[in-house]
């Protein structure tokens, strides 16, 4: 079964703090995903990545940044946290090129608290 | 634009009825779609499909989803509800094209004794 991890299932930050996520599959997938969930909001893309140091913004990239230096691994990094970035943020991973029709896995989420 | 739509934010059902949580699209090309499922304070699990074929698809946990065309819909269904199956589902789509996998709002599920 594919695995994705990520570093922590509850994090707590205070305003302006740098943080860090950590998101790890296990499958050689070629596609890592960065997104947050709101309720009412449904699930947002923040970015994604298709190769290896390779990023692309999703949909609300703003006063996020992504990591990609390893095919397993993809970061997502809040240079200044702000309370607004309190969420939960789920990680997933797919396989190219096929990955939309396969779908993507996701890891159990991180739930981000900023004070 | 492309979109997938929740129209209801919860669904109320009674153990061992039947349950529709419904979800309509709107992409461009052939339609790519899925269902997943969040339990609390977990991650999103993969339930379902329609890529191609039979509009009728079963999935995980005794699920099913219909896809209509004429109707862009691709509602999800189950005969007979259990309590365990309350949870978050969520659509998401896909035009075949350009773009990333759009997802719904999602919609609670809550399945009563």
């Known amino acids: 079964d594919v695995k994705v991890t990520q570093s922590s299932r509850y994090l707590v930050k205070r305003t302006g703090e740098k943080v860090f996520l950590e998101c790890v599959q296990d499958?050689?997938?070629?596609?890592m995903f960065w997104y947050r969930q709101d309720p009412g909001l449904g699930l947002r893309l923040i970015y994604f990545s298709y190769d290896v140091k390779m990023k692309e913004k999703g949909d609300i990239p703003e006063g996020y940044s992504v990591s990609r230096e390893k095919k397993e691994r993809f970061s997502l990094i809040l240079e200044s946290a702000s309370t607004n970035q309190t969420s939960m943020y789920l990680c997933?991973?797919?396989?190219?090129?096929?990955?939309?029709?396969?779908?993507?896995?996701f890891g159990p989420g991180t739930r981000l608290t900023v004070t | 634009a492309q979109s997938v739509a929740q129209p209801e934010d919860q669904v109320n059902v009674a153990e061992g009825n039947p349950l529709t949580v419904k979800c309509t699209y709107s992409?461009?090309?052939?339609?790519?779609l899925f269902w997943y499922v969040q339990y609390p304070n977990r991650g999103l699990q993969f339930l379902l499909k329609?890529?191609?074929?039979?509009?009728l698809v079963k999935g995980s946990y005794g699920f099913e989803a219909e896809f209509n065309k004429s109707q862009t819909s691709f509602h999800l269904k189950k005969p007979s509800a259990l309590v365990s199956d309350s949870a978050l589902y969520f659509c998401a789509g896909w035009g075949g094209s350009q773009g990333n996998l759009i997802f719904g709002k999602g919609t609670k599920l809550s399945v009563k004794p």
């Open positions: 997933a991973s797919s396989q190219t090129p096929r990955y939309r029709i396969r779908g993507q896995y």
């Open positions: 499958m050689d997938h070629e596609n």
């Open positions: 992409v461009s090309g052939n339609p790519y």
């Open positions: 329609y890529i191609t074929g039979d509009n």
